[in-house]
C-alpha cells in the first residue's frame, strides 16, 4: 500500500493547518444552460482528492438539464472541458469555447457547508453538483434541493453571514456558487477539441 498521499495530506494538516475533505459531498450531477442550446461534449470536475466527475452530457438547452451519477464527489478543485453554442433553431454550432482552471476549494468547501447548515430541520443525501454553461460563462453549483412545495426549507436564524446561499437559477430552492469563470472562444473549434473533425 502507497501511504505517501495520507502522509503528506497529515503533514500538509500538522504544519500549515490546512484542511482537505475527503468526504463525498454529492453522487449526483446536472448540466444545463439559462441561455439556450449548448453542446457539452467533454467537461471534467476534478475534486481535492483527484476524483474526476465528468458532465459532459452532450445537447443541453434548460436548467437544471440533464442529470446522471457522477460516483462521489469531494470539495472540487479544478475544472476542464469544451463546449460549444448552437444556433436559436439548435441545428448548428456558432461558438466554441475551452476552459482550464483552478477552483478555490477551501471557499467551495466553505460555501458547501454553508448550505449544509442553512436549514432549521432539512436534512438531505439528495444534493447535487449543477454546471451551467451560458456562451463563455461557466457556473458550478452546489444544492441540497430543498424545494418548499414539498419541504421545510426554514433557513436558521443568521444561517448565512456571508451571503454564499443564493436562490437558484429557476428560483426553486437555495444554491451556492463554487465556480463561476470564462472560458477561452473561438469561431472555429479548437484543435484537438472534440469539436474538431
Known amino acids: 500500500m502507497n501511504d505517501k498521499p495520507f502522509i503528506l495530506l497529515m503533514y500538509c494538516s500538522l504544519l500549515t493547518g490546512c484542511s482537505i475533505s475527503l468526504t463525498p459531498v454529492t453522487s ?8 439556450g442550446y449548448h453542446s457539452i461534449r467533454v467537461m471534467n470536475v476534478k475534486d481535492t482528492t483527484g476524483v474526476n466527475a465528468g458532465f ?44 482550464n482552471n483552478q477552483i478555490d476549494n477551501e471557499l467551495a468547501g466553505l460555501k458547501i457547508n454553508a448550505l449544509r447548515d442553512f436549514y432549521k430541520s432539512f436534512k438531505t443525501a439528495n444534493t447535487a453538483m449543477q454546471l451551467i454553461v451560458d456562451g463563455p460563462r461557466v457556473r458550478l453549483l452546489y444544492t441540497m434541493n430543498c ?17 454564499w446561499v443564493i436562490r437558484s437559477p429557476d428560483n426553486t430552492t437555495e444554491v451556492v456558487v463554487l465556480f463561476d469563470g470564462t472560458g477561452e472562444a473561438s469561431d ?10
Not at 449526483?28 to 441561455?35: D, F, P
Not at 464527489?73 to 475551452?98: C, H, L, T, V
Request: charged share 20%.
Open 188 to 197: 472555429t473549434p479548437f484543435p484537438g477539441s472534440p469539436y474538431d473533425k
Open 28 to 35: 449526483i450531477g446536472t448540466a444545463g444552460s439559462t441561455t
Open 56 to 99: 459532459g452530457y452532450g445537447a443541453v438547452s434548460s436548467y437544471s438539464g440533464k442529470s446522471a451519477d457522477i460516483g462521489a464527489i469531494s470539495i472540487p478543485d479544478e475544472i476542464n472541458g469544451f463546449w460549444a453554442k448552437y444556433n436559436a433553431e439548435g441545428n448548428k454550432f456558432i461558438a466554441f469555447y475551452r476552459i
Open 147 to 163: 424545494f418548499s412545495k414539498l419541504d421545510d426549507c426554514t433557513p436558521r436564524e443568521n444561517a448565512d453571514p456571508n451571503g
